[in-house]
């Protein structure tokens, strides 16, 4: 039990509210989240910074229209299933928030992943946060397109972690936690409690199940805990449907849910927004001597690559992987992919004479770079 964070050493902490608990029969559940608001209030008094990701404004909006539940939504569907409910579900939410000062921000993925746009987020939620608001925030599903967004409200609350530099992040939901088996097929699953490194062994325990009203399923609980662990950020993954459900954590009576502990982190806010940047534009295998070199902090040379693929622009997002295919990092490139391709392989000697021009002689320099979490511990 010593080995769990708690809660109260938190400074900022992030709650998100799956769809399954925000909404039951299409309709707002007004009575277990007034029991959870109860627990922020509780928070608050002891000065600790709430921010809340919310789910449940395309189900509301689906009920507001008239459409059935089990409809598949085309995208300009759920776009206006999500224009109506939001709407519906800021204002339950002020309803039931009574006292408490709350905000609504919607955030899409494009400016979550712009470095500028991404800090001045920061700026906005903190200046809520010191006037003692409480920021409830989803995604904007009406204007984000399928290829640019978050595609569920885990990762949206791993990437608020983020940028705002939270302790912790608790997903509630209506599972209690990550099972070495399915619980609802076989009976002796039993609940993971602590998890120190996602390895493959992990990640197939987390199926692709989703419920009813969410858009998330465990496995999408699994990389939101990796994108917050990766910058230092611990996971609580746990039911929300008992009453008081963050109190019941505090006083810890027994094992709640799973926590995903993160290293502590010592990156800066940079490699921290690098860490939690999920969609790469480009991949780059490279051969066992870059490899050794990137985990020992120096940067990617040309000579070390053996091959690459993608549509990439000098300073996009690429994913490093070694010729197992086993990904290593990730990290801004210096040039575009057609230039790349040109050097790969090269002493940086001969990059002028390649290109025409004086390049620089990393394709990815070891400042722009961050290693995978589990290569870390492995070392």
């Given at each position: ?8 050493d ?10 399954s ?10 009575k277990?989240l007034?029991s959870?608001i109860?627990?922020?209030s ?7 910074k709430?921010l ?5 404004a395309?189900s509301l909006?689906?009920r507001?229209?008239g ?17 109506c409910?939001?709407?519906l579900?800021?204002?339950c939410?002020?309803?039931i ?8 921000i919607l955030?899409t993925?494009s400016e979550t992943?712009d ?6 987020a920061?700026?906005?939620i ?8 409480i920021p409830i925030i989803?995604?904007n599903?009406t ?5 640019l967004?978050?595609?569920?409200n ?13 302790d912790?992040?608790?997903l509630?939901s209506d ?6 088996e399915n619980?609802?097929k ?7 409690y ?14 692709s ?7 998330g399923?465990?496995k999408?609980k699994i ?9 230092g950020?611990n ?7 008992k009453?008081r459900?963050?109190i019941?954590?505090i ?20 490699k921290?927004w690098?860490?939690g940047?999920?969609k790469?534009?480009g991949k780059?295998i ?12 120096s940067?990617?040379?040309p000579?070390g690559?053996k091959s690459?693929?993608g549509?990439?622009f000098r300073g ?5 992987f070694?010729?197992?295919?086993q990904?290593l990092?990730?990290?801004?490139i210096s ?7 040109l050097i790969?392989?090269?002493k940086?000697?001969?990059?002028e004479s390649?290109l025409?021009?004086?390049g620089?002689?990393e394709l ?16």
């Open positions: 039990m010593s080995l769990l964070p708690s809660l109260l938190s400074k900022k902490l992030v709650i998100k509210i799956g769809s608990l925000v909404v039951e029969n299409n309709k707002f559940n007004s277990r007034e959870l109860r627990d922020v509780f928070l608050q008094k002891k000065r600790i709430i809340i990701v919310a789910s449940g395309v909006g689906k507001y229209l459409i059935k539940n089990n409809k598949v939504l085309k995208i300009n569907e759920k776009q206006a299933c999500a224009a409910g939001q709407s579900l800021m204002n939410f002020l309803k928030f009574k006292d408490l000062k709350i905000a609504q955030l993925y992943e470095r500028r746009k991404n800090l001045n920061r700026e906005t903190n200046t809520l946060l010191d006037s003692n608001v989803n995604e599903d204007i984000a397109t399928e290829e967004k978050f595609g569920d885990d990762r949206l609350a791993a990437r608020v972690a983020q940028i705002v530099d939270a912790n992040l608790i509630l599972v209690d936690g990550l099972y070495d619980p609802s076989f009976k002796k699953a039993k609940l993971i602590i998890v120190k490194n996602i390895d493959n062994d992990i990640k197939k325990m987390a199926k199940d989703t419920n009813l009203y969410g858009s399923g465990m999408t990389e939101a805990a990796q994108m917050a662990m990766n910058f950020c996971t609580l993954i746990c039911s929300g449907e009453s459900p963050i019941r954590i006083k810890k009576k027994k094992n709640l849910g799973t926590w995903f502990i993160a290293k502590k982190s010592k990156k800066s806010s940079f921290k690098l860490a940047s999920p790469i534009l780059i490279i051969d066992g001597g870059a490899c050794k070199a990137l985990k020992n902090g940067s990617l040379l000579s690559v690459m693929k549509n990439f996009d997002l690429v994913g490093v070694n010729e197992k295919k990904a990092g990730k990290g801004l040039y575009d992919i057609i230039e790349a391709k790969i392989g090269k940086t000697s001969e990059i390649i025409g021009y004086v620089r002689e990815i320099h070891r400042d722009n770079f961050i290693l995978n979490e589990s290569i870390l511990i492995k070392k």
